[in-house]
């Protein structure tokens, strides 16, 4: 990269620190506190009098939940691409490690003679949402059958499996959090109106 060209990136990355730190509302001492950096050398890293290391870069990136590349606003050097996996095709939505993870499965046509499909257990908390076609969902003795629209929430710690049940591919987004990690739901304003 041409000198000039990483003075460039080196000097946005304290104000993109700064928005970042701004938006999720939080001060430098509290940022401190949750990262080990001490707030003149937060501040001094904002204010771009302090080159970004990846000692200092590191701590923030997993405080904020980015990757790296964001905090410097480079490109990122690969795409998620798609997996294959016993016939479904996952599409990574998420980049980061850790956290809630979401994908875009994609199972081809069902097989009527197929029956019901294998199980599972793990620990985290799995959700689902039908896009399009029909799934078969088989939670521990339960079958359930989604649409289009439809959607599905369960402990991962229930046996569960799931296939397509219809004569076209089924395509949903399916969230996974580790260590049943949940999803906060809003239904009204947070101010109960």
Same mark, same amino acid.
């Given at each position: ?28 001492? %509290? ?5 080990? $950096? ?11 009098? =302090? ?33 294959? =996996? ?19 499965? $994609?199972?081809? %046509? ?54 397509? %049940? ?16 949940? $999803?906060?739901? =809003? ?7």
């Amino acid at each position: 990269m041409p000198d000039n060209d990483l003075a460039r990136v080196l000097a946005a990355v304290g104000p993109r620190l700064r928005a970042l730190r701004r938006q999720r509302g939080t001060t430098l001492a %509290a940022l401190s506190e949750r990262t080990g $950096i001490s707030p003149s050398t937060l501040s001094r890293l904002e204010s771009g009098q =302090r080159k970004p290391t990846l000692e200092l870069l590191l701590p923030l990136a997993r405080e904020y939940g980015v990757r790296l590349d964001e905090l410097v606003g480079a490109e990122p050097t690969g795409v998620p691409r798609p997996v294959t =996996r016993h016939g479904h095709v996952f599409v990574p939505l998420t980049g980061r490690l850790g956290g809630l993870r979401a994908y875009k499965r $994609i199972l081809p %046509a069902g097989r009527p003679d197929a029956g019901r499909p294998a199980q599972r257990a793990h620990e985290g908390y799995g959700w689902l949402y039908v896009l399009s076609g029909m799934l078969r969902l088989a939670l521990a003795e339960h079958d359930l059958f989604l649409g289009a629209g439809e959607a599905a929430e369960f402990d991962t710690r229930t046996p569960h499996g799931f296939e397509n %049940a219809g004569p076209e591919p089924v395509e949903l987004l399916h969230l996974y959090g580790p260590q049943g990690e949940r $999803i906060r739901t =809003r239904t009204r304003p947070a101010d109960g109106r």
